[in-house]
């Protein structure tokens, strides 16, 4: 409003737009992040990997000597210089970066840490017997009617994402449009719930075609972003030393995002091997 955007231009374009991007149409997050990630796509363009999001990890994981990564190792504990795995196992070590979502963090840290909070998104999946063509566009709800807040065609971005002669769409559901039974209790499977009023808001979209689209899977984040207040977010940057052998690192310690992830693991990492080199 102050840039003097109006009403019209908020609610149909940055609502749907910087809403799906924060989780949360009623943008309340501070105005430093909102001219960030504006920042950010102004800069450079907006992409996804050719072969899906998993091959950052395993681009990461692939520069590591075998055996380095142990998976499958639930963490109950942890402490000075040392984790305690579910198993009952003691791994030792000069220092403990707890890499993970705020509010696991905060559990594992037990009153190091507070917990950040979360906002949730669910995503749902179809297969598109005919693909679309068209740009490799983000479709926004600018009308606020129906659940669906944007989607996009996925096999317009990267032919990879789909088999040849087939499309592949993903459609993204913010908590504000979840049934209120399925926001109090985590883990509760979505699909019935949402099904009805998403084909019927696709068909209103894309007319009768949109009857022949599969629905493959539905993927329920609870915990997808740490809240972003103007209260959580200062200062900016959260330390990532918790003390001499424990540091922490995620996005809940910079910006909720994967450029904040990785940038706060980084920091850490760099912080802390300055730190065991000078003794």
Do not use: C
Not at 36 to 56: K, N
Not at 199 to 222: C, N, P, V
Not at 249 to 269: F, P, W
């Amino acid at each position: 409003r102050d840039f003097g955007f109006s009403e019209r231009m908020i609610d149909t374009f940055f609502r749907p737009f910087m809403g799906g991007i924060l989780l949360d149409r009623g943008l309340s997050a501070p105005s430093r992040l909102f001219r960030f990630y504006f920042r950010m796509m102004a800069d450079g363009a907006t992409s996804v990997p050719a072969l899906g999001m998993e091959e950052i990890p395993r681009q990461l994981a692939g520069r590591l000597p075998d055996g380095t990564i142990r998976t499958d190792a639930p963490v109950a504990r942890v402490g000075k210089g040392e984790v305690e795995l579910e198993s009952g196992e003691v791994l030792s070590a000069r220092a403990v970066v707890v890499a993970t979502e705020g509010p696991v963090a905060a559990r594992l840290l037990r009153g190091k840490l507070a917990n950040p909070g979360s906002r949730g998104t669910t995503t749902l999946w179809f297969a598109i017997p005919e693909p679309l063509d068209g740009d490799p566009v983000l479709i926004l709800n600018g009308e606020g009617k129906g659940p669906v807040n944007h989607m996009a065609f996925m096999d317009r971005v990267s032919e990879k994402y789909a088999p040849e002669g087939r499309g592949l769409a993903a459609l993204n559901v913010l908590d504000d449009a979840l049934p209120e039974e399925i926001r109090i209790h985590p883990g509760t499977d979505p699909t019935a719930a949402l099904l009805p009023a998403v084909g019927a808001q696709m068909k209103e979209w894309f007319g009768s075609s949109a009857r022949k689209w599969q629905h493959l899977r539905t993927y329920r984040i609870d915990h997808a972003h740490p809240l972003q207040t103007p209260r959580s977010f200062d200062p900016p940057v959260r330390s990532s030393r918790l003390g001499r052998d424990l540091w922490v690192a995620g996005d809940h310690r910079e910006n909720a995002s994967l450029n904040g992830a990785m940038g706060s693991g980084r920091r850490a990492a760099r912080q802390l091997a300055e730190e065991l080199a000078g003794g």
